[in-house]
Structures are given as structure tokens and as C-alpha cells.
């Protein structure tokens, strides 16, 4: 008989947030995000990345995969190979020589057959660092209730100008840096949602009683509180 591959492209995949001491579930939080595509037991991720060998370092760090992989097999799909489909990201930019943007796009394609512009990378599953991510992702959920709980967000200076640009959040930080209050700030500055997971879709928008946390809302938390 033929065997029958499944695939699954852009995929939700979501999963209860589980203490990995005593087996209990979240009632504040469960887990989802989006897969680029699964084929059979290999789960393929499409990045566009400023530099590969970065990425494929940090990739060793971070809990993304993994999590994802654990997700995938509470619905009953295991997987065994993750392959990372890197792209990276042009450094030229749009000049006088691009008469029109159809110019500018066949530069950069010529630019992406450079060699080690494009690669493929398989990413070795490690079942030790499954239990750590289990463990990272229930850390990153009670912090975020014991912020709440207490009304003090951790904050980190260093954190202000990532990626080259003013974090959205400076204007709460500064005001409780003077003392201010920060409520009326937020009231005044920013604007409420029920969907802080565009990515997501509807499902985003969690079910008004469970929160929804992501890879990566749960690693911002990493670099800032109050991110």
C-alpha cells in the first residue's frame, strides 16, 4: 500500500502550559504558534535571517523549535527532523541605477545566488533540551504573573534601543522612573486590544479567560519585563 504523507502548511499549532514538576496545567496561559510546514515527521522552518551562522548558533539556544515539536506531538504528530530553510537578507539597497523597483528586486535575487546567501540547515533534536524548554516556557508564564501580581515590571536599560530603534514601551518606563503614574500614561498613549497576536489569526485573541503566550512574547520577556 501507499504511504500516505501528511502535510500541514502554516499550521496553528497550540498546547496546555504544563508544570513540568507536578504535571499540572496553567489556568492563566496556554501555548500556541505557527508552523511554517510539516512533511511526514519533519518540520520545515523558512527564516530571513542577517546572518546565517548567527542564526543557526543562536537556534541551538533558543527553545523555538523544541517547543514547537511538543506541541505538534500533543496532537498526536512526532517529530523527528526540523530543517531550518535559511534566506539571507539583501544588505543592498534601492539607488539610481533601478530605473524601476522590477530593477531593484532582480538585484537582489542576483545578489541571493552569491554562495552562503541561501541554506539549508538540519537542526538535531535533542531530547534533553525538550525538558528545558518545558521548564523556560513555565518560568516565562509565572514571572509574567508575578509581575502582574505585584505591579513591578523588571526593566532593562540595555533593552531600550534593540534592533536600532526606540522600544515601544520607553514612554511607561520613563514615567515610572519619575514617579509617575503609569495607568494614565497607558490610557493616554496607547491603545487597548484583544489580539496582541496578529501572526495567530482569531485565535490570537485567546478565549477571554486564558491567556495566550507565545515563543515570542515568552523570550521578549527575557530581554525586558515589560516588553
Not at 104 to 119: A, H, I, S
Not at 190 to 210: A, F, Q, R, V
Request: hydrophobic residues 35%; charged residues 25%; aromatic residues 10%.
Amino acid at each position: 500500500a501507499a504511504v500516505v504523507t501528511q502535510t500541514r502548511n502554516e499550521h496553528l499549532v497550540t498546547m496546555p502550559l504544563v508544570n513540568p514538576e507536578t504535571g499540572a496545567q496553567s489556568r492563566s496561559f496556554v501555548f500556541a504558534g505557527r508552523v511554517d510546514l510539516v512533511e511526514g515527521d519533519c518540520l520545515i522552518d523558512w527564516k530571513t535571517v542577517g546572518d546565517i551562522q548567527r542564526f543557526i548558533t543562536l537556534s541551538q539556544i533558543g527553545f523555538q523549535t523544541e517547543l514547537y515539536a511538543i506541541a505538534l506531538e500533543h496532537i498526536g504528530e512526532k517529530i523527528s527532523r526540523v530543517v531550518f530553510r535559511l534566506i539571507c537578507r539583501p544588505t543592498i539597497k534601492l539607488c539610481s541605477k533601478d530605473a524601476t523597483p522590477l530593477d531593484y528586486e532582480n538585484r537582489c535575487l542576483e545578489w541571493l545566488t552569491q554562495p552562503g546567501k541561501m541554506e539549508e540547515h538540519e537542526l538535531f533534536l535533542n531530547p534533553a533540551k525538550f525538558e528545558q524548554a518545558k521548564y523556560w516556557l513555565w518560568g516565562a508564564s509565572k514571572r509574567i504573573l508575578d509581575n502582574r501580581k505585584t505591579g513591578r515590571w523588571l526593566t532593562n536599560d540595555r533593552a531600550c534601543y534593540t534592533w536600532n530603534r526606540e522600544c515601544d514601551y520607553l514612554r511607561l518606563c520613563l514615567a515610572s522612573a519619575e514617579g509617575g503614574n503609569i495607568d494614565d500614561v497607558a490610557w493616554a498613549a496607547y491603545e487597548t486590544t484583544d489580539n496582541s497576536h496578529t501572526e495567530l489569526g482569531e485565535s490570537g485573541k485567546g478565549d477571554g479567560e486564558t491567556g495566550i503566550l507565545t515563543y515570542s512574547s515568552a523570550s521578549l520577556l527575557c530581554l525586558c519585563d515589560r516588553k
